[in-house]
């Protein structure tokens, strides 16, 4: 197995990943607090989420729907019955000095997900994927920390990986195809930034053909997923220098800094704690019913992977175009949209991936922002091939659309674009175009067939790009060999 | 009517009937409160908002409005119990200060019945104790005699209810709380089933074993005010969905062919003093007499009862304890620099000063119980055998109604004579904590008195959810009880 992995300076990378869900209920796993992110500080808390004595949780049955969804479509066994357990330890923005978390009996349990990594497919293998409540915020200043408890009692869902990771491309298509399909089934929004996708890498190195993991280091406080990758690569070079040196690796927390590139120590394994879970008794277990299982399985939608591989074999879309548009379900949406209203899904794609993604990138929007809607694109589509248009004039009339949000047939037709397609009308202007230019005709005769090009240039230019290239090159050659 | 005597339902009807006006006997009962609990310490605190909520019940009546079961009936509340605006302290140093914005729901329920809130009362710190001694509000006395401890951890609730500082109190029980004061102050207390009353608001001690109850005079006003507090509460995940019964209105002292259990393991128990043995063989004869059937049944399991419950009340405690750790509310050691001041120090400082000496002992205990290497052999070990526990009893209330016992092994001991001694003063807990492990209703009804003239209690205790069957056998040993009419010298 290891032989096939990438190799690093003759060591292999094993990566595990932990990736923190927060799920996009509209109220807390445990209490009625909202979960809005730009509320004011401690504005979205309750005696319940700041941990008042006597206070007690009230499971959110939504989240409980979230996590068994997630946990569906990563192949997961779902437990008949799941236990919640408090891990204890004491820190300012833990309310209760402890987190209610789940500990040997999760929610789901067992799955994999598939994915694509520089044209290969990928499998890793789901330890487990837990419920937990999220904590408050701390930020430190001089002698004082201020605490933000909006934060504390969001529910996260857990997603561990088991050590199948072996490279920093891996690690980051990993996170990115944990985001896609947690978008995908529409339980968290999948921001990074917002720290509502959270990636926590545990790298280790060991020497390529070595069945013993070396010590590994946990990676946190990675907020894309380029710097996942770039994390990751620090990190392995960083413990194969140490090894190379004869340095011990040390079991530990480092904390990733985006700005120099590199890990740095968090907390090391003597701090570690000994969290004392026991089962949380104010919380009764999770028990789903074969019903309530079906009934979620039912509701699933089309997962990414599934639908690029119908893209592929229904649409004759390349592997790499088809998961460039099922990364996210608004766009894979507007494909088939926009495919399905002109009949030609191939120049759906070409137009999405070269126009339409290059304007939202550069505009930094999604693809619900756009102002060219799928059923405007479809029209633009089709009025190509229909001919009214050529494609150069079609690229014109698409950053119009762009620009206003208007119809392709209006923009069309107010700005005159209709393709010259009338034969005796484009005859004329290529006699006039031959007649303006005696010296290059005759070079022409003379064998040079270089001045062609400049022909077709010059008969575009005089049409003002509207006539029918095709029908120009026909004539342009019976005009010439006459 | 004589307040000092009345029932409760009597007193709502002279209310309702204006009679006597709510304003009027809540002034009567706070004046008490305020002359007496100097001698008693049974008040930590006394609330003179009361008043206003009496003035307002009998505004209420005076517009013809509908007003509650327990309209203008003044309560007083163990300190464990959140109240909206009025501090609470669960008698710890560490909760100074702290007043909650909320409404424990035993509270908001006898509220909304009408019930006024006379004040907050005493207790062991966190309700970890068995003679009110570890409070730090000080000792709360026992008023049949003030150099006798009233029990604990409800101390506060057996105190001013023996000495009718109010018409009725809440007590909480985690392994003998309610039961084992009421024995040692002769009032009547139920430990309703687990689940049954909630717990949302109530200071935790071990979540798995808590439950509020009524302490209150006689049988019939702890049925009414059970009913009040009984019920699902979307805020404790806990309760039961399960109705609550009129238990005061179906009370009956009809006795034949009941059939109450006697537990075979404490029978002979050479633990018990004679004046408590000689209570409950009367309380046997008693009921014969009103036709009662006696059946044994053996629970085996309760000899473990007290190592299981210290091992699982500890552990859950010392879980539930870590919020108080000087951040959010409360306590916090008065420090002079927090420039250099490392975390850990600054919760070690706290907590030390914090709490108090038998908290800290429970906090250690759990967090030893819980601790890698030792969960399996303690805290899990003792769950396993919890669950065992409860199939012994299933299999013994499939042949009777009620298990008669006494509640405690000693009768009332003199302040300041135990507290050294940790382990005696738990081994006096072994006819209670079984039926806080299996999650069963519990109660201690006056019977007895001992060669000293105080008042001895007798246990009952019944099947879950069958509160009604325990308050018949209690209401029917309350009529024939040889403590019937005996008050204690405040009077």
Redesign the interface.
């Known amino acids: 197995m290891s032989t096939s992995n990438p190799s690093f300076r003759g060591f292999e990378a094993v990566i595990g990943i932990e990736v923190h869900v927060q799920l996009k209920t509209d109220s807390k796993i445990f209490s009625a607090d909202a979960t809005t992110f730009d509320s004011a500080d401690n504005e979205n808390t309750s005696p319940v989420s700041v941990g008042m004595p006597g206070t007690l949780p009230v499971l959110n049955k939504k989240a409980i729907e979230y996590a068994i969804k997630t946990g569906l479509a990563l192949g997961c066994n779902v437990r008949k019955k799941s236990v919640f357990s408090r891990k204890n330890y004491f820190y300012p923005d833990l309310p209760k000095g402890y987190q209610i978390s789940q500990y040997d009996e999760p929610i789901c349990e067992k799955g994999s997900i598939q994915f694509e990594v520089e044209g290969k497919s990928k499998t890793v293998g789901i330890t487990r994927a837990h419920l937990e409540e999220d904590a408050g915020k701390s930020t430190h200043f001089g002698q004082y920390t201020l605490i933000n408890y909006n934060r504390a009692g969001i529910p996260l869902l857990e997603i561990v990986s088991e050590p199948e990771i072996h490279s920093p491309a891996e690690a980051a298509e990993y996170c990115r195809s944990i985001r896609s399909i947690v978008r995908y089934l529409e339980v968290c929004d999948g921001n990074l930034e917002e720290g509502s996708l959270r990636c926590d890498c545990n790298v280790s190195v060991r020497k390529v053909g070595e069945t013993k993991f070396g010590t590994k280091v946990e990676l946190k406080n990675i907020n894309s997923f380029r710097f996942v990758e770039k994390a990751v690569e620090y990190e392995i070079h960083r413990q194969i220098d140490a090894i190379e040196n004869k340095e011990k690796i040390v079991q530990e927390t480092r904390l990733y800094d985006p700005d120099k590139n590199r890990t740095f120590t968090m907390r090391t394994k003597e701090d570690a704690q000994d969290y004392r879970y026991f089962p949380d008794p104010d919380l009764l277990p999770i028990i789903v019913t074969d019903a309530q299982l079906s009934q979620i399985k039912k509701e699933l939608p089309e997962l990414p992977l599934i639908r690029a591989a119908r893209f592929v074999k229904d649409m004759q879309l390349s592997t790499h175009d088809a998961h460039l548009l099922t990364e996210e379900r608004d766009l894979a949406d507007y494909f088939e949209a926009t495919g399905k209203a002109c009949n030609n899904s191939k120049a759906a794609a070409n137009w999405i991936i070269t126009e339409l993604l290059r304007e939202l990138n550069d505009a930094k929007l999604s693809v619900s922002q756009s102002k060219v809607n799928a059923k405007n694109l479809a029209d633009l589509i089709a009025e190509v091939d229909k001919g009214t248009i050529s494609g150069k004039i079609a690229k014109t009339v698409f950053k119009e659309m762009w620009d206003s949000g208007s119809t392709p047939a209006d923009i069309i037709k107010t700005k005159g674009l209709v393709q010259v397609s009338d034969p005796g009308e484009i005859e004329k202007i290529v006699a006039d175009v031959l007649a303006a230019n005696p010296d290059q005709v005759a070079e022409f005769k003379a064998g040079k067939d270089k001045v062609l090009g400049f022909f077709v240039g010059a008969i575009m230019k005089a049409s003002k790009g509207k006539a029918n290239p095709g029908l120009v090159n026909e004539i342009l050659m019976k005009k010439l060999k006459e | 009517m004589d307040l000092l005597t009345a029932s409760m339902s009597d007193t709502r009807k002279a209310i309702a009937e204006k009679k006597v006006s709510a304003a009027e006997v809540t002034k009567y009962f706070f004046a008490r409160a305020e002359k007496l609990n100097p001698a008693l310490n049974a008040f930590i605190k006394l609330n003179p908002d009361c008043l206003k909520q009496a003035e307002s019940i009998d505004q209420k009546i005076a517009k013809g409005e509908n007003v509650g079961v327990l309209a203008g009936i003044p309560f007083g509340i163990k300190d464990l119990?959140?109240t909206k605006g009025i501090e609470?302290t669960?008698a710890s140093k560490i909760?100074t200060g702290?007043v909650?914005?909320?409404d424990?729901t035993v509270v908001a329920r006898l509220k909304n019945a009408g019930a006024t809130i006379v004040g907050k009362l005493n207790l062991d710190e966190f309700a970890m104790g068995s003679s009110n001694e570890s409070s730090f509000h000080g000792v709360c006395k026992n008023p049949w005699n003030p150099e006798y401890v009233p029990g604990g951890s409800s101390g506060g609730s057996a105190s001013a209810q023996a000495a009718r500082l109010v018409m009725g109190t809440i007590g909480t029980d985690t392994g003998g709380s309610i039961r084992q004061p009421s024995s040692f102050c002769g009032v009547v207390g139920i430990k309703p089933t687990y689940g049954r009353v909630s717990?949302?608001?109530?200071?935790?001690f071990?979540?798995?074993l808590d439950q509020a109850g009524p302490m209150v005079s006689t049988v019939q006003d702890a049925a009414l005010t059970l009913e009040v507090i009984a019920g699902k509460d979307?805020?404790?995940?806990?309760t039961s969905s399960r109705p609550v019964e009129a238990f005061s209105k179906n009370l009956s002292a009809d006795m034949k062919g009941k059939k109450i259990g006697i537990v075979k393991e404490y029978h002979n128990s050479e633990l018990v003093h004679p004046d408590i043995r000689k209570t409950y063989e009367q309380a046997i004869e008693t009921l014969k007499g009103l036709g009662a059937e006696f059946v044994e049944v053996s629970i085996p399991l309760t000899k473990y009862a007290v190592s299981m419950y210290y091992l699982i009340s500890a552990?859950?405690a010392?879980?539930n304890?870590?919020?108080y750790?000087g951040?959010?509310?409360g306590y916090r050691s008065d420090f002079k620099?927090?420039?250099s001041l490392p975390?850990?120090e600054f919760?070690a400082q706290t907590r030390a000063e914090g709490f108090g000496k038998e908290v800290k002992r429970r906090i250690i205990l759990g967090?030893f119980c819980?601790?890698?290497g030792y969960?399996d052999a303690y805290?899990n070990k003792a769950c396993q055998v919890r669950r065992l526990l409860r199939n012994q009893y299933d299999e013994a209330f499939a042949k009777c109604d009620a298990i008669i016992s006494p509640v405690t092994t000693t009768p009332q001991f003199k302040i300041g004579t135990r507290v050294y001694d940790p382990l005696k003063m738990y081994l006096n807990d072994i006819f209670t904590t079984s039926t806080n492990l299996a999650g069963l209703p519990g109660m201690s009804v006056p019977f007895g008195l001992t060669s000293d003239g105080f008042p001895i209690g007798i246990q009952l205790t019944g099947h879950h959810f069958q509160e009604q069957k325990i308050l018949n056998v209690a209401y029917a040993l309350e009529q024939n009880s040889p403590v019937k009419g005996k008050t204690p010298s405040v009077y």
Request: glycine share 4%; with cysteine; net charge negative.
């Open positions: 119990l959140c609470t669960a909760l702290f909650p914005p909320y424990s717990r949302y608001g109530i200071v935790a071990a979540s798995s979307e805020l404790d995940g806990t552990s859950e010392s879980s304890l870590a919020r750790d951040v959010k509310y620099d927090l420039s975390l850990d919760y967090t819980l601790s890698s969960f805290y």
